[in-house]
């Protein structure tokens, strides 16, 4: 055997080596970026669930019903549990884009409504609104009929 029918012989394997560990370094960084960004998808904070405890928006009370006071000051509380993605991605939407209440005309919120985000990591918000103002956060916000309707229609 010569030399050309050796060289012959053994390069095309040098070549399939060559190949498989380009593939065999290249798949783990390619698996690695793929997971990577399903990872950062999957825990995004969204909300799951939204829980609306609310009574008749005309009920009058002698002073204004403070949020972690609604549960105490109501006796015949309505509760409905949204879990429906449609109408949660509405509710957040519209509290979304609500205009900023201006604090000199609306100090406080004489809480009617009160509903809980719970997101997908577990952790909850409570917003508390009336008629007229929501807060969220600390930050007022002008209510709409639109929010209203979709936190107090029981289907």
């Given amino acids: 055997m010569d ?3 050796t060289y ?3 390069l095309p394997q040098c070549k399939k080596r060559k190949t498989m560990r380009r593939i065999i370094f290249v798949l783990p960084i390619l698996l690695f970026s793929c997971n990577g960004n399903q990872k950062h998808v999957n825990h995004e904070k969204h909300v799951t669930m939204i829980t609306s405890k609310f009574v008749d928006l005309d009920i009058e009370t002698i002073a204004g019903v403070k949020c972690a006071d ?3 000051s109501f006796s015949k ?3 409905m549990v949204i879990k429906d993605s449609i109408k949660v991605n509405q509710i957040i939407n519209l509290l979304l884009v609500a205009k900023t ?3 000199d005309y609306y100090p ?3 809480t009617r409504i009160k509903i809980e985000l719970k997101y997908n990591n577990d952790s909850i918000e409570n917003i508390c609104m009336d008629r007229f103002i929501v807060n969220r956060n600390n930050q007022l916000l002008v209510n709409t009929d639109s929010l209203i309707h ?5 289907e």
Avoid: N
């Avoid at 979709?150 to 029981?154: A, G, N, V, Y």
């Fill in 77 to 79: 509380i309505q509760t």
């Fill in 101 to 103: 209440a201006g604090k």
């Fill in 3 to 5: 030399i050309s029918q």
């Fill in 108 to 110: 406080h919120v004489d």
């Fill in 70 to 72: 609604f549960e105490k």
């Fill in 8 to 10: 012959k012989r053994v």
């Fill in 150 to 154: 979709l936190l107090t229609r029981i």
